[in-house]
């Protein structure tokens, strides 16, 4: 079996999981949401009557709320919903194959092709010219899209518990680390087994862990699933909008958005990863982030009022983005042999790591990074230079927000990169590597002294 094809029956195993999970929810919740009207609209594009309700069509502003995976569809709005309606005019979509939008596709959906759905409904509907997103999981990938696609057409936009948008293998082993303590019902501890150990050789950069789990998790709730015949065509459009999501490079949507987002995240999500919010925060030009406590990937049936709390506060008021602010420029920093857990921070003329493990930059700025024979993470890292940016030999390092402006972007040897929301302003050379792999999420390569952007976002060998 090919590698990519494995690598996508991670991550969509998982996100099958979850949206039997949330099909499960919404048989034991009933809670009914108090309506104006409920309307279907034929798509012309998926082929199938698109379901749309709407709360308060009477107020003046519009808000649309776009749903994530599982057959709940506009029902995971039931709790949330309700409590925007005496301010707006709430507009609720089933997605085309989900919920009461059910049927088969006449094409494979994916974040755009949704996004321009949405714009069909939104466009009959709406009762402001602009309006405001809000989108949850899968569906805040999708308004990241619409963000792209339609910026004129938002006011502004609430991303919440953001799904996908790192590279699928990356993804794959952030998923791996986020439930590696789950339990399941019965107490016992879910074990990650060997049964891919075959494979291991051939594979040894993907979370083989995360198939078995997932393998687990799902095979119950599989066989529950397709008994129920109504929900057999529905199962393949969980996996055919999985598989969509993890394939589209957000990049664009990312870099070049200019609506004011706020950002959304639960403090024990283990389905949407924290480094996403992140990526977005630190990349989105005009963007608010706010952790949700005690709350898991569902925020808005979890903790309903304080996301309506949070939400309503940023909408009533102007934001300007916050920038990091950093200590005063130091010497030097260096670490030599240590495999001291330690996090250091600050403004530096250099950086060297040399053999050293457990270690994290955070919030550094400096003219040059130096790492060899080290295994470390680097998070809201800042090089300006005239020179080499990044020299890196025999190494694992782990990017986030990485942010270069020098005559060379980063020299890698012999290492393992894994380098996400990443902007790279460059003179010469952008990347320069040998014997190594690196693995792209959302990141920007610009060379000095041109208009034209360049996106990286997949696994590149050198």
Same mark, same amino acid.
């Given at each position: 079996m090919k590698l990519f094809s494995l690598q996508n029956i991670v991550v969509v195993l998982f996100f099958f999981n979850v949206s039997c999970t949330l099909t499960n929810e919404k048989n034991a919740e009933q809670t009914r949401l108090t309506s104006t009207s409920e309307s279907k609209i034929f798509d012309s594009s998926f082929g199938v009557d698109v379901y749309v309700k709407q709360l308060s069509s009477d107020k003046e502003k519009t808000m649309v709320l776009i749903h994530g995976l599982g057959d709940s569809a506009s029902r995971d709005w039931s709790k949330l919903a309700p409590l925007f309606k005496d301010k707006y005019h709430v507009l609720m979509i089933d997605l085309p194959g989900f919920g009461n939008s059910g049927g088969e596709l006449k094409i494979k959906p994916n974040p755009e092709r949704y996004a321009r759905s949405v714009q069909k409904i939104i466009d009959q509907f709406k009762r402001s010219e602009k309006v405001i997103m809000v989108g949850h999981s899968m569906g805040a990938a999708i308004t990241l899209s619409y963000l792209h696609l339609f910026p004129n057409l938002v006011e502004k936009a609430i991303l919440i518990s953001t799904a996908g948008v790192l590279e699928r293998t990356v993804y794959a082993k952030e998923l791996t680390q986020l439930n590696s303590n789950l339990k399941d019902k019965n107490g016992m501890e879910l074990r990650y087994t060997n049964i891919f150990n075959s494979y291991t050789n051939k594979m040894s950069n993907m979370s083989l862990e995360l198939v078995s789990y997932a393998a687990k998790v799902t095979r119950k709730s599989r066989r529950k699933w397709f008994a129920d015949d109504k929900n057999k065509n529905r199962g393949g459009v969980n996996v055919q909008a999985g598989l969509g999501l993890i394939r589209t490079n957000f990049a664009p949507a990312i870099f070049i958005n200019e609506v004011a987002t706020l950002i959304l995240w639960g403090e024990k999500d283990r389905i949407a990863s924290g480094r996403v919010s992140q990526i977005l925060n630190n990349n989105l030009k005009n963007s608010a982030f706010h952790v949700i406590k005690n709350s898991g990937h569902v925020p808005i049936k979890e903790k309903p009022s304080e996301v309506y709390k949070i939400a309503t506060k940023w909408l009533s *008021? =102007? #934001? +300007?983005?916050? +920038?990091?602010?950093?200590?005063?420029?130091?010497? =030097?920093?260096?670490?030599?042999?240590?495999?001291?857990?330690?996090? @250091? +921070?600050? =403004?530096? @003329?250099? &950086?060297?790591?040399? $053999?050293?493990?457990?270690?994290?930059?955070?919030?550094? *700025?400096?003219?040059?990074?130096?790492?060899?024979?080290?295994?470390?993470? &680097? $998070?809201?890292? /800042?090089? *300006? =230079?005239?020179?080499?940016?990044? !020299?890196? #030999? !025999?190494?694992? @390092?782990?990017? +986030?927000?990485?942010?270069?402006?020098?005559?060379?972007?980063?020299? @890698? /040897?012999?290492?393992?990169? !894994?380098?996400?929301?990443? !902007?790279i302003d460059y003179k010469y050379s952008p990347i320069e590597a040998f014997d190594t792999v690196v693995r792209w999420s959302v990141s920007r390569l610009k060379q000095q002294g041109s208009s034209k952007n360049f996106y990286k976002h997949g696994e590149e060998h050198y």
């Open positions: *008021t =102007s #934001y +300007t983005s916050q +920038t990091t602010s950093f200590p005063n420029t130091q010497d =030097s920093y260096t670490c030599n042999n240590s495999l001291q857990h330690k996090t @250091v +921070t600050g =403004s530096y @003329v250099e &950086v060297n790591i040399l $053999n050293c493990e457990n270690l994290k930059l955070e919030n550094i *700025t400096t003219e040059k990074l130096i790492v060899y024979g080290s295994k470390l993470e &680097v $998070n809201n890292m /800042k090089i *300006t =230079s005239d020179r080499l940016a990044v !020299d890196i #030999y !025999d190494s694992s @390092v782990k990017f +986030t927000n990485l942010k270069i402006k020098s005559n060379e972007g980063l020299s @890698v /040897k012999k290492s393992n990169i !894994d380098i996400a929301g990443a !902007d």
